[in-house]
């Protein structure tokens, strides 16, 4: 049981340039989200979903766009990178409405 | 809407120290409250929850009690040791069947560091 995973671990961008960051969890958990991660700021929820093909957004969703094909699978695209998008980003599964979300273990994006 | 305060970091005590970590929110009804800890370089993990007025969370030697009257979920340790340097979130979950009832609001975090 691998939990929740992402890859990848760092990133590098230039400005404008596009990328999909990797999500992925083995719990069968109906909801699953993306939070950025920056300092003083705690986690901000980007965009969430709450099944396959059901997806919404959160807190603070611009330049980011999310698909749920599957279960198992959330990805987070940038569509053209920001430097205000250098940040760390996680993603997270819980079971339906269930307490308890499980964190995957992070992506370190930098925009230059 | 719902949001979470918690104090500042970052707090830097000794071995065998006791510590107290302070966290009030607001919300509607009646929430969960959770407190995540976050290790360096890692995810963040569930350390301990309450989902009614006067539950006590426990884990670790980490308590946490759930206080309605005062809107608080303050996180306590008697005796914190080296390994518990981490950053620590307090969060709630509100209640219901709408969307706002699937997100986890969280505080901005507090820097733990426990010197030997």
């Known amino acids: 049981n691998a939990g929740v995973t992402q890859t990848p671990k760092f990133q590098v961008l230039k400005t404008g340039q596009s990328m999909t960051l990797q999500c992925a969890q083995d719990m069968n958990h109906e909801y699953m989200s993306w939070y950025r991660q920056d300092p003083g700021m705690g986690l901000r929820l980007i965009h969430y979903?709450?099944?396959?093909?059901?997806?919404d957004q959160g807190e603070v969703p611009n330049g980011y766009n999310v698909s749920r094909s599957t279960t198992e699978d959330f990805p987070l695209r940038l569509l053209s990178a920001a430097p205000s998008q250098t940040s760390v980003y996680f993603c997270?599964?819980?079971?339906?409405?269930?307490?308890?979300?499980?964190f995957g273990p992070g992506t370190r994006l930098t925009v230059l | 809407g719902n949001s979470v305060t918690q104090m500042e970091g970052p707090v830097t005590l000794s071995e065998e120290a006791f510590l107290t970590i302070n966290c009030t929110y607001t919300?509607?009804?009646?929430?969960?409250l959770f407190w995540y800890v976050q290790y360096p370089g890692e995810g963040l993990q569930l350390l301990l929850k309450a989902t009614k007025a006067d539950d006590k969370g426990s884990n670790k030697g980490f308590e946490a009690t759930y206080r309605k009257e005062t809107t608080s979920f303050h996180l306590e340790k008697g005796s914190v040791q080296v390994s518990d340097s981490a950053v620590y979130f307090c969060?709630?979950?509100?209640?219901?069947?709408?969307?706002?009832?699937?997100?986890?609001?969280f505080g901005k975090g507090t820097k733990l560091s426990v010197i030997p």
């Open positions: 997270a599964s819980r079971r339906g409405n269930g307490d308890e979300q499980f």
């Open positions: 969060a709630l979950k509100g209640r219901g069947s709408g969307a706002g009832s699937y997100q986890l609001t």
């Open positions: 919300a509607t009804g009646y929430p969960s």
């Open positions: 979903s709450v099944g396959a093909g059901i997806t």
